[in-house]
């Protein structure tokens, strides 16, 4: 989203605030810890983690193939760095993501956008195409991944149904970072109280809430 992605220049410019939230998660981790990144883009997120947990083992998703191909040249020099074509989603197989362009273009979703249109009529969703989706727990079985650390998931509001889709590899998990709705900005998305709910249900309790504007934010969750 826009505002996000300005707000994570400024970031990165004014004293990386968004690192600072990193560094704040690290200290319930090892310091090698296996990590799931879904939504990667080119690489934002996934170069700080890279420097924050250099004996990590970072799986990054990224499904648009232009956007892939940017991702693995931005973390081409990152041994710890594994760059996947895949989107993470509640089913493995084929699925159709529509593209967003324009202002920018970290908007895409595997949902349809509904609100998102009317707040951010400056960003299109004018191309759709067939992606490759994966389940957690499939790509975890194929790769012989019995844990994971910690989930960075930024899916345009997939998070929660893919969560949902893998329960195995859901309780070997100790910290999930996603993000969260508070309108419907794609049609069907989560909101954030049954995000809640669900993560609850799961033995998960907040770590940390970050709200980004009256639309959507992130939380940090920690199992108990």
């Known amino acids: 989203m826009l505002t996000k992605i300005k707000n994570y220049i400024s970031r990165l410019i004014h004293g990386v605030e968004i690192d600072e939230h990193k560094k704040f998660?690290?200290?319930?981790?090892?310091?090698?810890?296996?990590?799931?990144?879904?939504?990667?883009?080119?690489?934002?997120?996934?170069?700080?983690?890279?420097?924050?947990?250099?004996?990590?083992?970072?799986?990054?998703?990224e499904p648009i193939p232009a956007i892939y191909e940017k991702?693995?040249?931005?973390?081409?020099?990152?041994?710890?760095?594994?760059?996947?074509?895949?989107?993470?989603?509640?089913?493995?197989?084929?699925?159709?993501?529509?593209?967003?362009?324009?202002?920018?273009?970290?908007?895409?979703?595997l949902l349809e956008p509904k609100e998102h249109l009317n707040s951010h009529p400056d960003i299109l969703f004018e191309e759709k195409i067939n992606i490759d989706t994966i389940t957690i727990d499939d790509w975890a079985k194929q790769n012989n991944i019995s844990k994971v650390d910690f989930m960075w998931l930024d899916m345009q509001g997939m998070e929660l149904q893919t969560l949902k889709a893998s329960p195995n590899i859901i309780k070997a998990t100790k910290i999930i970072h996603t993000e969260v709705h508070y309108i419907e900005?794609?049609?069907?998305?989560?909101?954030?109280k049954e995000v809640k709910e669900w993560f609850a249900s799961q033995g998960f309790k907040i770590l940390k809430e970050l709200p980004e504007n009256n639309e959507y934010g992130d939380i940090t969750f920690i199992r108990k």
């Open 25 to 61: 998660i690290a200290q319930y981790l090892p310091k090698n810890p296996v990590v799931i990144e879904a939504g990667a883009h080119v690489g934002y997120d996934t170069t700080l983690m890279h420097y924050l947990w250099k004996k990590a083992q970072i799986y990054a998703f």
């Open 71 to 109: 991702l693995k040249y931005n973390t081409r020099k990152f041994n710890n760095v594994t760059c996947i074509p895949f989107a993470l989603s509640e089913k493995t197989g084929k699925s159709i993501i529509h593209i967003s362009k324009g202002q920018q273009n970290a908007s895409s979703s």
């Open 185 to 192: 900005n794609y049609v069907g998305v989560p909101l954030v």
